[in-house]
Nanobody, 118 residues
Framework: QVQLVESGGGLVQAGGSLRLSCSASGIVFRRFVMGWYRHAPGKRREMVASITNSGTTEYVDSVKGRLTISRDNAKNTVQLQMNRLKPDDTGVYYC????????????WGQGTQVTVSS
């Protein structure tokens, strides 16, 4: 059974930091691109950051220089270090696993709430 379990969300003041973590089970972790998506109130869910098995990263422009994604292939985990947070970063953050072997195969976590107060 595939499971992605996020942790680390919470309430923080603008300028503060949070670290999100996602633990994956039931998948061959190295065969998946891991990502973090954000669903902000009134907006569509968007990809915030992603990382391939080899460590290649991508970020949405609005978070570049503030958020850093990393993965530990030995522990099947992916992290999102969030610094200099802004109120616009508020939303539910979802961990995503997209297969590099099977087109269209992806899994989602249940989401964790991040709220940044001004």
């Amino acid at each position: 059974q595939v499971q992605l379990v996020e942790s680390g969300g919470g309430l923080v003041q603008a300028g503060g930091s949070l670290r999100l973590s996602c633990s994956a089970s039931g998948i061959v972790f190295r065969r998946f691109v891991m990502g973090w998506y954000r669903h902000a109130p009134g907006k569509r869910r968007e990809m915030v950051a992603s990382i391939t098995n080899s460590g290649t990263t991508e970020y949405v422009d609005s978070v570049k220089g503030r958020l850093t994604i990393s993965r530990d292939n030995a522990k099947n985990t992916v992290q999102l270090q969030m610094n200099r947070l802004k109120p616009d970063d508020t939303g539910v953050y979802y961990c995503n696993a997209e297969s590099t072997f099977v087109i269209g195969l992806e899994r989602w976590g249940q989401g964790t709430q991040v709220t940044v107060s001004s």
